[in-house]
């Protein structure tokens, strides 16, 4: 069963959303930030994951994990952190949110389920949103966001074909 990792090579503000967000797009300490106001979220969707370059729309999806490499520049801020993955407009599930606050960069992943389809994958609707929040507290945070990242692990699709013989005699 082969497993691809992806990475993103686009980006779209969905709520303000982070700063310089191309950072986002490999783990090198090259940060995308955000500082939400209080009780205020800062998101941005991060697509161009390329699938479609390796897997087969008929591909069975075996699983589907979402990652991101963050951390905050204090513990103090109420902060968390939000992964959702999205069909153009259409969530494929609900946010999964991370209350932990990290000082140095720590990777916060998560498995969809259900898993969505090889076609859903490698479309270019495909994307991630990626939510940093800051809670009621007054203490101001920000939002270090070094990678997002796409592990699919995948069946491909076997294709047989049925060989004719002739001038057998």
């Known amino acids: 069963m082969p497993t691809l990792v992806r990475h993103p090579s686009s980006n779209t503000a ?7 967000a191309g950072n986002a797009y490999a783990s090198d300490d090259s940060y995308a930030t ?4 209080q009780s205020k979220t800062v998101s941005s969707y991060f ?7 390796t897997m087969d729309e008929h591909d069975t999806i075996n699983s589907v994990k979402i990652a991101i490499e963050r951390k905050f520049s204090t513990t103090a ?13 259409t969530a494929l599930v609900a946010a999964q949110t991370s209350t932990a606050e990290p000082a140095s960069d720590t ?4 498995t969809i389920s259900p898993a969505p389809t090889a076609k859903v994958l490698m479309s270019d609707n495909f994307r991630v949103l990626v939510g940093a ?3 009621n507290s007054t203490t101001a945070v920000t939002i270090s966001l070094d990678d997002v990242y796409v592990t699919v692990d995948y069946t491909e699709k076997r294709t ?5 013989m002739t001038g057998i005699g």
């Open 77 to 89: 801020s109420i902060g968390s952190s939000s992964i959702r993955p999205y069909d153009g407009t």
């Open 160 to 164: 047989y074909r049925t060989a004719t």
């Open 133 to 135: 929040i800051r809670g």
């Open 107 to 110: 990777v916060y992943e998560v």
């Open 14 to 20: 969905g709520t303000t959303g982070f700063t310089n």
């Open 47 to 53: 697509g161009g994951f390329n699938f479609k370059d």
């Open 34 to 37: 955000a500082a939400p106001a």
